[in-house]
């Protein structure tokens, strides 16, 4: 199983669309999770973090399964301006103790 | 403001060329890292430091090498040795480093695109 694995997508949803993002994880002693959100040729760019009671931001909602090693992030009312590639990163273990490990992302495409 | 400045944006090397990419950051974060993004792929960690004097390897450390003389500047440098150098470099700090079970989120500078000429 690999570390942090997303659907790549993309998904293609019309503006006002509810869309939900999956991301399963295999280290069972994480703790740190987060979504990311990186535009094209960009840099990612800190979302939201990920609570163990769930969280909201606005529009956006993040969720956490311990018990099946999964985390979603659902987008509300999607916006042209959502269109973008949505990154899970999680910790995890390996030569350099605790570092995030990112997924390759989930790519949304919101249109008109 | 503050933020994460890295230099330049675009960068090309020549065969047997070493370069040095810049990454400077007025946080005042105790951790700095660089990571690597190939098209489609995921963030790769090459080297993190956690306190100025430190830093240690990645996932993929072989052909890059880095210094942490000041706790606002962590620069990469990309040898000769690395052979496939062509990538989008990424520079993030967070406000303190990696722990095993927990982790502050990093905030990224805008990256630099290394070329081979």
């Known amino acids: 199983r690999k570390e942090v694995e997303q659907d790549p997508g993309p998904f293609n949803v019309p503006e006002g669309a509810t869309v939900a993002f999956n991301c399963t994880y295999s280290?069972?002693?994480?703790?740190?999770f987060f979504w990311y959100r990186q535009d094209c040729r960009k840099e990612p760019k800190l979302l939201m973090s990920?609570?163990?009671s769930g969280n909201e931001d606005g529009r956006f909602t993040a969720q956490l399964n311990r018990a099946s090693q999964y985390i979603s992030l659902l987008i509300r009312d999607s916006k042209l301006s959502d269109s973008a590639t949505y990154l899970c990163v999680v910790n995890g273990h390996g030569g350099s103790q605790g570092n995030l490990i990112f997924g390759k992302g989930t790519k949304l495409s919101v249109k008109p | 403001d503050g933020g994460i400045t890295q230099s330049p944006k675009y960068l090309f090397r020549k065969e047997g060329q070493n370069v040095t990419l810049s990454c400077e950051q007025n946080l005042n974060h105790d951790a700095m890292y660089w990571y690597r993004q190939d098209p489609g792929q995921g963030l790769r960690l090459i080297y993190y430091?956690?306190?100025?004097?430190?830093?240690q390897k990645g996932d993929i450390a072989e052909g890059y090498s880095v210094s942490r003389e000041k706790k606002e500047s962590f620069p990469l440098t990309v040898t000769s040795a690395q052979k496939n150098p062509t990538a989008f470099y990424l520079c993030?700090?967070?406000?303190?480093?990696?722990?095993?079970?927990?982790?502050?989120?990093?905030?990224f500078g805008d990256g630099t695109r290394l070329s081979i000429l």
């Open positions: 993030a700090s967070s406000v303190q480093g990696l722990l095993r079970y927990s982790n502050q989120p990093q905030h």
């Open positions: 990920v609570y163990s």
């Open positions: 430091s956690q306190i100025v004097n430190d830093f």
């Open positions: 280290n069972s002693a994480s703790q740190s």
